[in-house]
Every structure is written in C-alpha cells, then in structure tokens.
C-alpha cells in the first residue's frame, strides 16, 4: 500500500470513528442540553444540580443494571431519580426562597454524597464504611459490561444469530440512542404546547404576569426544574450505557456543556420559535461533540485539558454572539436615524 493510499485510509478510518463517536456520545449530550436549555432559557434558572444530576443518573443506571434489572427500566429509575432531584432544588428555591444559585449547588453538593454511596465510595471517613455495588470496595468507578448495555440483544440477534458481519455494537447503540431521543423531543414538545407547559413558560418569561393571571409560579417553576433534571439524569445514564462506565466526576462541567451546545446551536440555527429552539439545541450538541472529538481523535490536547476547552469554547462563543447583538443593534440604529 503506498503512502498515500495509507494515509487515505488512515483518515477515512479516523473519520468513521469520529462519526460514530459524535452520534455514540453526543445524542446523550443533546439529551442534557435540552434538560438544560428547559432550565436556562424557559425558566431562567441556571441551575448548577445538573452536574451532581448528570452523575446521578449515570450512577442509578449503572448500578441496576448490575443489580440485574433490565437495562431500559434501568434508565427510566435513572429518570425518576432525576425527577426527584429537580423537585428538591426547586423546593429549596420555591418554599424556603433560598435563592436559585444557591439552591443547585446545595443540590449539586448533596449529590455529590449520595453519588459516592451508589458508586461504593466511602460513607463514613471515620469508621470506614463503604457500600459495595460494584464489587469493590471504595471505588469510585462503576464498570459495565457487554451483556447489561441496553444495545447488546439486539447486537447479539443481528450480528450472532443472523449473521450480519457489518453490524457492529456503536451502531446499535446509535440505533437505541435515536430513538430515545426521537421520544424524549415528541415528549417535551407535545408537553410544553399543552396549557400546562404554556404555564411553565410563562412563568419562566414573566413570573408576575403568570401569577396575575392566576398560574401557580411555585409548582411550575418545581415541575420546570424536575422535567430539566429528569432529562439531565437520562442523558447521564444513557452515557453510562453506552460508554460501557459511571463515575463520580463525570458530572464535572456539564453545565458548560449544555450552556455551550445551547448558544452553538442558536447562532447557527436561529431562535424564532419553540420547535426551532429544540433543534437548534440537538444541533448545538453536535456539533458541540464534534469539535471535543477532533481535539480527541487528532491528539492536539490530552485528556485533562477537555475542562479548559470546555470553558474557553463558551468564552469564545458568548463574545461572538454578543458582538453579533451589538453589530445587529448598531445596524438598526443607523436604520432609525436614516
């Protein structure tokens, strides 16, 4: 094989896998920027418990599934947990007026506890108890394996049983993720077009006319903020699943990967209506993804510099979209004056 033809395919390959790894990992992604685009952008609450939510979810998945529970039951506990999450920090928001930055890292950091005891971290540092889901004592990782991922019977039917070679797991897995997906976006919007998803909105754009108009800004706000965080929990038990591991940082920064995905997909996509929110959100993800994955998959950046990447690609967006505003205003100005 000649250097080019090597080269050719080096990069055909490489490109094939950066393919697949956008869709393995970034379906999960955009599942958790919509969680949180329903946090920030409808109910303008940044809400910090997504990064102990994202971990929780990883965490309940993993361990039911090595518990024996079906994998696909295994993410809708994960959902549950989310669920619940979402309502606390809204209770601490809406009941006892804790203010919202304040009430997700509570909530953040009471999941950081709790995260530790599903993964069999330690319990209590003094007398050095540990619980042991995953067979080993004090870890902080939970490893899954082949047999408990959700894609894995319709891989071994395809690929075992009728033969077809060019089957492989990553496109199964995909296969699963689209239609999760598929569901959670019919779900959310269907949802936010009924009276009551018109109530949370409102609440989220102008709490004091929702309340003059007789909507409970409490309870919408608490069911905003648990819909958020039950997606935010799927996407991180999806991502358990498909990365085949949960762990007690996974969490870290996802809260700038959703903010990220979220103005991404805006700038190129647009925001006139909810439907085109939605897809710009999915879009951001991504593309989000692709941009983690090149750095990845070409090796410019070792693994520990992703969180500074992270933080300096939000930088770069948020002063690009706001020099586009400045530019679109000062256009509009001269217009005015013209």
């Known amino acids: 094989m000649s250097s080019i033809n090597l080269i050719v395919y080096s990069f055909g390959g490489m490109a094939a896998g950066i393919g697949t790894d956008i869709l393995k ?43 024996g529970v079906n994998p696909f039951l295994s993410l809708l506990i994960a959902l549950i947990s989310g669920l619940l999450a979402g309502t606390f920090t809204g209770i601490l928001t809406t009941k006892l007026h804790i203010p919202p930055l304040l009430s997700g890292i509570i909530t953040m ?11 069999g971290g330690v319990s209590d540092v003094i007398n050095g108890n540990a619980f042991s889901f995953f067979h080993s004592k004090g870890s902080t990782t939970g490893a899954l394996s082949q047999e408990v991922r959700f894609y894995n019977p319709l891989y ?49 754009m102008n709490p004091i006319m929702a309340r003059a108009q007789g909507i ?16 935010i929990a799927l996407a991180g038990a999806s991502y358990s699943q498909v990365s085949g591991s949960a762990n007690t940082q996974m969490g870290v920064g996802t809260l700038v990967i959703g903010l990220a995905s979220i103005i991404i997909g805006e700038a190129i996509v647009g925001r006139k209506t909810f439907k085109q929110n939605m897809f710009a959100v999915i879009v951001g993800a991504l593309i989000y ?50």
């Open 156 to 204: 071994t039917l395809l690929h075992d049983r009728w033969n077809l070679s060019w089957v492989t797991r990553n496109y199964v897995a995909i296969f699963w993720l689209l239609i999760i997906i598929a569901i959670v976006i019919s779900l959310v919007y269907y949802f936010f077009g009924t009276q009551i998803g018109m109530g949370v909105r409102a609440t989220g």
């Open 109 to 119: 950091t009471a999941l950081f506890t709790i995260n530790m005891i599903i993964m």
């Open 25 to 67: 990992y970034g379906i999960p992604y955009a599942i958790l920027a919509l969680g949180i685009f329903i946090s920030y952008r409808l109910l303008d609450f940044a809400d910090l418990g997504c990064e102990g939510t994202f971990t929780l979810g990883g965490a309940v998945a993993s361990l039911m599934v090595v518990q």
């Open 289 to 338: 993804y692709l941009i983690i994955a090149l750095v990845i998959n070409t090796g410019l950046l070792d693994a520990h510099f992703l969180k500074l990447l992270y933080a300096i690609l939000v930088v770069i967006v948020l002063v690009t979209s706001q020099l586009k505003n400045l530019k679109q205003k000062k256009e509009l100005k001269e217009r005015h004056h013209a």
């Open 216 to 231: 409970n800004t409490s309870f919408m706000m608490v069911m905003g903020l648990a819909i958020s965080n039950g997606l």
